[in-house]
Nanobody, 124 residues
Framework: QVQVVESGGGLVQVGGSPRLSCAASGRTFSTYAMGWFRQVPGKEREFVAS????????YYADSVKGRFTISRDNAKNTVYLQMNNLKPEDTAVYYCAARRGAASATWAYEYDYWGQGTQVTVSS
């Protein structure tokens, strides 16, 4: 079992470059694919990015491709989401999630463990 806690959110100006962190507990963290999702009120949770357990592959939503980068450090049990060139439409609660299966999964129901989320607000 894995527990995850997100951090790094807050109020950011348009064009800003914050980095979100996801600290995970559990000795088996390195065997899990990890993902980032985001959600705004009234909408479904949407896929942002994911990474394989070995960091060999990463996946991105079209809306963030080229601006966001997901990475992980298994020695620190941490996953990161570097966000660059933020836009107002990136405003959302960002969630970290873990799953046993392939990192190519892009639906929220495919992930087994979730954090509480961290709010990112992009102001213009």
């Amino acid at each position: 079992q894995v527990q995850v806690v997100e951090s790094g959110g807050g109020l950011v100006q348009v064009g800003g470059s914050p980095r979100l962190s996801c600290a995970a507990s559990g000795r088996t963290f390195s065997t899990y694919a990890m993902g980032w999702f985001r959600q705004v009120p009234g909408k479904e949770r949407e896929f942002v990015a994911s990474i394989t357990w070995s960091s060999s592959s990463t996946y991105y939503a079209d809306s963030v491709k080229g601006r966001f980068t997901i990475s992980r450090d298994n020695a620190k049990n941490t996953v990161y989401l570097q966000m660059n060139n933020l836009k107002p439409e990136d405003t959302a609660v960002y969630y970290c999630a873990a799953r046993r299966g392939a990192a190519s999964a892009t639906w929220a129901y495919e992930y087994d463990y979730w954090g509480q989320g961290t709010q990112v607000t992009v102001s213009s």
